[in-house]
């Protein structure tokens, strides 16, 4: 069924929630009086007997009948509210949040059959009626899903969110909080409210729905790649499921890493993993820091083996996580020529062997939770923090200003008293370690735009992840083509 030109131009100047708006008291028909009995006889049987093939979550949409007992949600009477319309037109806006319209059943979704179900009594069978019914739940519970966890999240599979394993978030139980609502917009805004709550994710989403809505036909050169980058984005940020509160971020591309506190921001210049060694990216918390976390060697082993034998090989020192420090405690990056200055004065140098990815953890080592064995640490070569491209490591981050970081976390553990004990630890390279009375959660991402004060912000793809990530997105091997 053809969508009248009226819509369209409502949806290029107002948005999408008064586009539902004024569609609902546009279409929306008087109901059936009362959901017969035949048809939640008819949702039960299709339900039990897996009758109705293709659904992406259909655990999902079985608990979401069994709490109402098998009644329909979307035929039903409405009270003019119209919440039907309003969910088969949010199918039709998804492009707002960045995903593919042809990931919620458009084929089996359809105007003209939703139309002869609600307008025309009996001209639908009970059958058809039950499978459009369900159709529409499951679509709008993935939907939901894909706005929480976001579509391809590599931690919570499908199948995994679709289990009855008692997670604490349940789309099912999202669908039918919204469907209580009565109010034209609440249904929305329920829906709506499921998504992330940062702050990066509302101004790509804001951003979104201007470029696909408000500012689309409307004198407004807007790149379909930068809506396609903004939607990878998107999808990253549901999978970080950053929250509000102290916390640390790490943006790979960005080469940041910000320290959120309630009032404030700090920001600190990190190195990051070559792309021969990325690093990956993960949620954990900062349980502890370790001051000295390097073992020095003995001078004698320094000498007798591991200077003849870096000699001999330069990659001694990357094979075995070795570095070279000379009496002043600086890093020194050895090549052939800095090889030939310490073998002219061998007792000005000493080694350190570190346990991390890493030849060494510098001054301080900042550990958390994570299966990868990365670690976040001090690198004592400051050199390496001016360059404006910073893949660097063999995957572990250094960040710049170790010190600076610790005594924060310290201040932010109420523990204040505690920053002289750490400072004087690393001036004297001693081995103390603080443990965190708070855990503070680290998200590592891999975000290639942001918004900041309105304007979208893009990094290099150092790992050259876009591509396959907007393919997979939406389900194409070429160009998205908007719609």
Not at 26 to 31: E, R, T
Not at 178 to 187: P, R
Not at 248 to 272: C, E, G, H, K, S
Request: charge should be neutral; glycine fraction near 4%; include cysteine.
């Amino acid at each position: 069924m053809k969508r009248p030109a009226k819509f369209i131009r409502i949806v290029q100047f107002t948005g999408v929630l008064i586009v539902l708006f004024f569609t609902v008291k546009v279409c929306a028909s008087p109901l059936i009086a009362k959901p017969d009995t035949i048809l939640i006889k008819e949702i039960q049987r299709q339900l039990v007997a897996g009758e109705t093939p293709g659904l992406y979550y259909p655990k999902s949409v079985m608990r979401f009948y069994g709490q109402i007992n098998f009644q329909p949600a979307w035929i039903r009477p409405q009270n003019g509210e119209g919440q039907t319309w309003q969910a088969m037109l949010l199918l039709d806006c998804v492009l707002q949040y960045g995903l593919s319209h042809d990931d919620y059943h458009p084929k089996e979704l359809l105007y003209d059959k939703l139309h002869n179900i609600l307008d025309t009594p009996g001209k639908v069978s009970i059958s058809e009626q039950a499978r459009f019914e369900i159709t529409l739940t499951d679509a709008i519970i993935t939907l939901i899903n894909n706005l929480h966890y976001g579509k391809l999240n590599p931690e919570f599979s499908a199948a995994w969110i679709d289990a009855d394993n008692k997670n604490s978030f349940r789309a099912e139980a999202g669908l039918s909080l919204a469907l209580q609502q009565k109010k034209d917009y609440d249904f929305l805004a329920a829906i709506e409210s499921l998504q992330p709550t940062s702050k990066e994710y509302r101004d790509l989403q804001h951003q979104m729905r201007l470029l696909t809505g408000l500012y689309t036909g409307d004198c407004y050169d807007v790149p379909e790649g930068n809506i396609r980058l903004m939607a990878i984005n998107m999808e990253r940020l549901r999978w970080a499921n950053i929250e509000d509160g102290s916390f640390i971020q790490i943006n790979i591309p960005a080469y940041t890493l910000q320290f959120f506190q309630p009032d404030t921001v700090y920001q600190f210049r990190v190195a990051v993993g070559k792309a021969a060694n990325p690093t990956p990216t993960l949620n954990s918390a900062i349980s502890y820091f370790t001051t000295a976390p390097d073992v020095v060697i003995l001078q004698k082993v320094f000498l007798n083996t591991i200077l003849p034998n870096t000699i001999k090989d330069l990659n001694y020192l990357r094979d075995n996580h070795l570095a070279i420090y000379n009496k002043k405690g600086e890093f020194i990056l050895v090549d052939q020529a800095s090889l030939e200055k310490i073998a002219e004065n061998p007792d000005d140098y000493y080694a350190r062997h570190a346990s991390g990815c890493d030849r060494g953890l510098g001054n301080l080592v900042f550990h958390f939770q994570n299966t990868f064995e990365i670690s976040l640490q001090d690198m004592p070569k400051k050199e390496f923090f001016t360059r404006d491209e910073r893949a660097l490591s063999s995957g572990c981050i250094w960040v710049d200003n170790a010190e600076k970081l610790a005594a924060l976390l310290l201040k932010n553990d109420g523990r204040e008293d505690d920053i002289q004990a750490l400072h004087k630890a690393v001036t004297n390279y001693k081995r103390k370690t603080f443990m965190l009375n708070k855990q503070v959660p680290i998200k590592v991402t891999y975000l290639t735009c942001v918004m900041k004060e309105g304007e979208l912000i893009m990094y290099k793809d150092v790992y050259h992840l876009d591509k396959s990530l907007e393919m997979a997105l939406y389900n194409v091997t070429q160009n998205l083509v908007m719609r």
